[in-house]
């Protein structure tokens, strides 16, 4: 397999699923603003969205947008234990994260990262990304250790990649202590460590 990604990108969730589930696959860095590859070629005829990410399969097959992606992979290796298994509620509360995760605080970030965005728009932007966080906390606030309780999912990994862009956009976490622990734990995955260095987020 090989993942298409951007450093630092919401693709970094399923780079962090990939790892975790132990298998070998290849990533490809993607310059999003001019849409090549490392290697110059047009990343657009991987994925004409023109954004990460894709996974190429060992078919040809390319998997794109990143709540499907993370959901391929954990069901395609279901001994990581990414995911429940499909069909059960637990199954459902994975996918409401994702949907969650993707519609209310990924998109929620966009105007954070905009050249062109207006002063107000940023400011109402991070207002709602602090609206969808407080959520994030109070369902955090049980105790429990990740999203759906104790067990690491691949709705941990998008969380994780997306909460992380408070540090580039100067969004402090310290409203929220729970979210701040959850971050802290997440982080220490060695999956996540060895996908960060991989992607030059944190020194190797």
């Known amino acids: 397999m090989k993942l298409y990604y951007a450093p630092g990108a919401c693709s970094l969730s399923p780079h962090i699923s990939l790892r975790e589930a132990g298998v070998e696959f290849e990533i490809v860095?993607?310059?999003?603003?001019?849409?090549?590859?490392?290697?110059?070629?047009?990343?657009?005829?991987v994925n004409p969205k023109g954004y990460v990410p894709a996974l190429v399969l060992e078919t040809g097959d390319v998997v794109t947008e990143g709540a499907a992606?993370?959901?391929?992979i954990a069901d395609r290796f279901p001994k990581a234990g990414l995911a429940p298994a499909n069909g059960t509620l637990e199954r459902t509360r994975l996918q409401e994260q994702l949907n969650f995760i993707a519609s209310e605080l990924h998109k929620a970030f966009s105007p954070l990262f905009s050249?062109?965005?207006?002063?107000?728009?940023?400011e109402t932007?991070?207002?709602?990304?602090s609206k969808r966080l407080g959520n994030v906390e109070t369902l955090l606030s049980d105790g429990r250790a990740h999203l759906l309780g104790e067990a690491f999912s691949v709705?941990?990994?998008?969380?994780?990649?997306?909460?992380?862009?408070?540090?580039?956009?100067?969004?402090?976490?310290?409203?929220?202590p729970h979210l701040t622990a959850y971050m802290q734990r997440v982080r220490e995955r060695p999956a996540v460590q060895a996908a960060m260095k991989a992607e030059g987020l944190i020194a190797a």
Do not use: R
């Open 125 to 129: 932007a991070a207002a709602q990304v």
């Open 29 to 45: 860095k993607v310059d999003t603003a001019t849409h090549l590859t490392e290697s110059g070629a047009d990343f657009k005829a």
């Open 69 to 72: 992606v993370v959901q391929y």
């Open 155 to 176: 709705a941990d990994a998008y969380l994780f990649t997306v909460v992380n862009w408070t540090s580039v956009t100067g969004i402090s976490l310290s409203p929220w």
């Open 115 to 122: 050249k062109t965005a207006s002063v107000d728009a940023k």
